[in-house]
């Protein structure tokens, strides 16, 4: 089926749904729908229930007698019944979306599903019930039922362990963020520089252009800070508090006061758990549940050190989230009143590159590494991409490194493919080169990874010196800016 008209990439994602709504075998089918807020999840699927003829229905924070009352109306309208349904239990509903598909594939969505489970716990063991792979109202129907939502602490756990619907889900599909190329493009943003600097706030998600941001886009360099003002923070931008919102949503976060305490210590560099509790003044071990909670809400993501076993830090996934916490909640009564909004920006710079751009473009180098390299740049396919420390027992000091790049490994150890630095504004040279060729050689005796074949890569968003050139005209490095991340 052809794509609907606006809709801006996406390909996998619509395919992915066309194939699974138009599937002509009997039987009725279930998928699953999730990915972080504003994703373009209900776009998607309004478009792909206009265009098969399909039932849409969105759930609202409401009792179950009033859903109820909702979905029996919406279905009397769809189904063009003569008398309004009114259903007594979502046994009655679930039944009368499978009597949807007795003539035809038919998509039935249910949109915002962990609102009804909020209120109707039991509904995912309805639908199981109803699902029987040998009950004649599921055999007899083609009903393509999609349930969809963003709470992704309700909707991970659907199909996970013991939960009612695992192993009856022929499709499980997360719409993900823009990627930084996709999201270039998609503001329609040529100049590379700026189009980190609006990643770094507002990352790949597209209502924040479309909805949120009213497509106001910066007209250049020397728009960027007043962008910033009068869209992020500016007190009647909607994207003001957003960020307040996307935890607020997450049905599991239920103290907000200690989640952003936390969001705040890592998006300050306290990375990893004993860095965040000293921020919070607690124990690390009282942070397990609210760390947990938080990973499982999809807002932040534990990394595993590349050369440290027992060591991980934390990440937030979300840049606005990120932004809020490092540049908009430390200053948020300055910014309640209007007008300060150029002041606070003024005085915020070091912390927006420091604590925003800095770790937001290491993150795009390692998404590039990751996704967009060539085989032949890195050695290899590669298998994961993170960062790590690297001890040096005769200097008495550690190393951080920005980008680790692995294989998989054909026999005991792993392929070693490639470690990088990162460097947002400032030219590297030489002495960079040479600080990671004496990290490869300490790699070189480590026993967790094959390092025989070990790339040495630099990115930098302010360019490379001319001996650098010359080291990779050698063949000694391979140097990324920003017209090959963005390539």
Not at 388 to 408: C, K, Y
């Amino acid at each position: 089926m052809d794509k609907p008209l606006g809709m801006f990439d996406r390909e996998h994602e619509w395919s992915a749904l066309t194939r699974f709504a138009s599937d002509e075998q009997p039987g009725a089918t279930l998928g699953v729908v999730s990915g972080r807020r504003r994703q373009g999840k209900t776009f998607l699927l309004d478009a792909l229930c206009r265009t098969m003829d399909g039932f849409y229905f969105g759930a609202v924070e409401e009792t179950e007698a009033e859903s109820l009352r909702r979905i029996g109306h919406a279905l009397t309208d769809f189904l063009d019944l003569p008398v309004t349904f009114r259903p007594d239990s979502w046994y009655e509903v679930i039944d009368t979306l499978l009597t949807v598909g007795r003539e035809r594939p038919v998509p039935v969505v249910i949109d915002e599903f962990p609102y009804l489970v909020k209120a109707s716990p039991a509904l995912p063991s309805i639908i199981q019930q109803a699902y029987g792979p040998l009950r004649d109202e599921r055999v007899e129907s083609r009903s393509r039922l999609l349930l969809c939502g963003s709470a992704l602490s309700v909707m991970g756990k659907l199909l996970s362990g013991n939960a009612p619907l695992r192993g009856r889900a022929s499709l499980e599909l997360v719409v993900r963020t823009l990627d930084h190329r996709l999201a270039a493009e998609f503001w329609g943003i040529d100049d590379h520089r700026l189009a980190v600097q609006v990643n770094a706030i507002l990352g790949g998600t597209p209502a924040y252009r479309r909805e949120l941001a009213r497509n106001d886009v910066p007209a250049g360099q020397d728009d960027f800070d007043d962008w910033v003002v009068r869209t992020v923070l500016s007190t009647d931008s909607p994207l003001f508090r957003e960020a307040r919102y996307l935890l607020a949503e997450e049905p599991d976060l239920r103290d907000s006061a200690l989640y952003h305490a936390v969001l705040a210590a890592v998006a300050g560099g306290n990375a990893n758990r004993g860095g965040i509790a000293d921020y919070l003044e607690r124990k690390s071990s009282d942070l397990a549940h609210s760390l947990d909670v938080l990973e499982g809400a999809g807002l932040l993501v534990r990394e595993q050190d590349a050369f440290r076993a027992k060591r991980s830090t934390y990440r937030i996934t979300e840049p606005l989230i990120t932004f809020y916490h490092a540049v908009m909640r430390p200053a948020w009564d300055q910014l309640e009143r209007p007008g300060n909004a150029e002041r606070v920006w003024r005085n915020s710079q070091r912390r927006f590159v420091s604590n925003v751009l800095g770790p937001r473009f290491e993150q795009i180098c390692r998404e590039w590494a990751l996704f967009h390299a060539d085989d032949d740049v890195l050695g290899g396919l590669s298998a994961q991409v993170g960062h790590g420390v690297v001890s040096d027992p005769t200097q008495r000091t550690t190393h951080e490194i920005d980008v680790v790049v692995t294989g998989t490994a054909d026999g005991n150890k792993p392929p070693l493919l490639a470690i990088g630095e990162v460097q947002w504004g400032e030219v590297m040279g030489i002495e960079h080169l040479d600080r990671l060729r004496h990290v490869a050689s300490l790699l070189a005796k480590n026993d967790r990874y094959d390092a025989s074949q070990l790339r040495i890569l630099c990115f930098s968003a302010a360019g490379f010196s001319p001996e650098l050139h010359e080291a990779e005209g050698a063949g000694q490095v391979v140097l990324v800016g920003l017209d090959k991340l963005y390539g």
